[in-house]
């Protein structure tokens, strides 16, 4: 298996655009998280979903972020407007059910957001 | 108080050293304690994994956990400079929902 691929690698952006960030878990997890990491604050958990039905959103910081996950391959994080507070970078993960299997994440290589 | 504590370092050693790591937490409900290690504009990969409390050894990593000090440790023996990355301890209480230390980045000098 290719591992989490997530979509894009780099974005730069101006204040006020939509953003949309793209995740393919890896196939056969039940389980797709997203997450922010800033200097400032470490990695955060923003929402996470369990077969494509989202679980918690209380780590999304705004309304202004949005998460859907259509299937079972793939899912979408989107900031609309974005502002330069959102630069960070994102990253997906995906785990297995199971008694604490869903521990067990597999990262993506993350996309690293700029909001000019 | 944040829910979990880590020295965000640097730390330096060199080669061949032992390497100690920790994190603090405040949450006692707490059952699962995982160690993540992540290189330079990487994502985060899974080094160890504790359920409870005790200790476990994979090769020259052992992590430790204290459940009723809220402690947990990550030690590397004879340090290699493929150690350098940033290390994350991560918790949980069962659902998959981590709580991560802020990392610690550890540079191992030839």
């Known amino acids: 298996d290719a591992g989490v691929i997530q979509s894009p690698r780099h974005e730069v952006t101006e204040m006020g655009q939509e953003v949309t960030l793209r995740c393919k878990p890896i196939?056969?997890?039940?389980?797709l998280f997203w997450y922010r990491q800033t200097m400032m604050r470490g990695l955060e958990l923003l929402i996470y979903f369990n077969n494509n039905v989202p679980i918690d959103d209380s780590g999304m910081p705004e309304d202004r972020f949005s998460a859907k996950m259509p299937n079972a391959s793939f899912s979408t994080l989107k900031i609309q407007p974005s502002e330069p507070r959102d630069s960070a970078v994102y990253f997906c993960?995906?785990?297995?059910f199971g008694t604490g299997r869903q521990n067990i994440q597999y990262f993506g290589a993350g996309t690293r957001l700029s909001v000019l | 108080q944040k829910e979990v504590e880590q020295d965000p370092g640097p730390l330096s050693v060199p080669e061949g050293a032992i390497v100690s790591l920790n994190c603090t937490y405040s949450?006692?409900?707490?059952?699962?304690f995982m160690w993540y290690r992540q290189y330079s504009r990487k994502g985060p990969e899974l080094l160890m994994y504790t359920y409870s409390s005790g200790n476990k050894e994979d090769g020259r990593f052992t992590a430790q956990v204290d459940k009723s000090s809220k402690y947990i440790s990550l030690f590397i023996r004879d340090s290699q400079p493929s150690d350098s990355a940033t290390y994350l301890c991560?918790?949980?209480?069962?659902?998959?929902?981590?709580?991560f230390g802020k990392g610690t980045k550890l540079s191992v000098k030839p």
């Open positions: 993960a995906s785990s297995l």
């Open positions: 949450n006692s409900a707490f059952q699962y």
């Open positions: 196939s056969g997890h039940d389980y």
């Open positions: 991560a918790m949980s209480e069962s659902q998959g929902n981590l709580i």
